[in-house]
Nanobody, 117 residues
Framework: QVQLVESGGGLVQPGGSLRLSCAYS????????MGWYRQAPGKQRELVAT???????NYADSVKGRFTISRDNAKNTVYLQMNSLKPEETAVYYC???????????WGQGTQVLVSS
């Protein structure tokens, strides 16, 4: 059974930075495509970034150049470095894990990010 636990959220001023972490419990972490999604109040959950088992990263256009997703297979952890944060990026950030070619995956409980002065 896969479990995902996010951490690192909190309050940050506009223009600031945060680093989110997602700890994966289970087997075969290295084969999973890992992702970060976010859901703002009253809005649908949206993709932020994904990273494949081989380390290929994909980003939403809105975060390109500011956010970086990475993974440490030795620690079963995926990270999201967020720089130059904007107030409209206030949301709950969720970690996601999915095996390649599978339709569904696993979700974490989410971590709140509040960008405000």
């Amino acid at each position: 059974q896969v479990q995902l636990v996010e951490s690192g959220g909190g309050l940050v001023q506009p223009g600031g930075s945060l680093r989110l972490s997602c700890a994966y419990s289970g087997s075969m972490f290295s084969i999973y495509t890992m992702g970060w999604y976010r859901q703002a109040p009253g809005k649908q959950r949206e993709l932020v970034a994904t990273i494949t088992s081989g380390g290929s990263a994909n980003y939403a256009d809105s975060v390109k150049g500011r956010f970086t997703i990475s993974r440490d297979n030795a620690k079963n952890t995926v990270y999201l470095q967020m720089n130059s944060l904007k107030p409209e990026e206030t949301a709950v950030y969720y970690c996601h894990a999915k095996k390649p070619s599978y339709t569904f995956g696993y979700w974490g409980q989410g971590t709140q990010v509040l960008v405000s002065s």
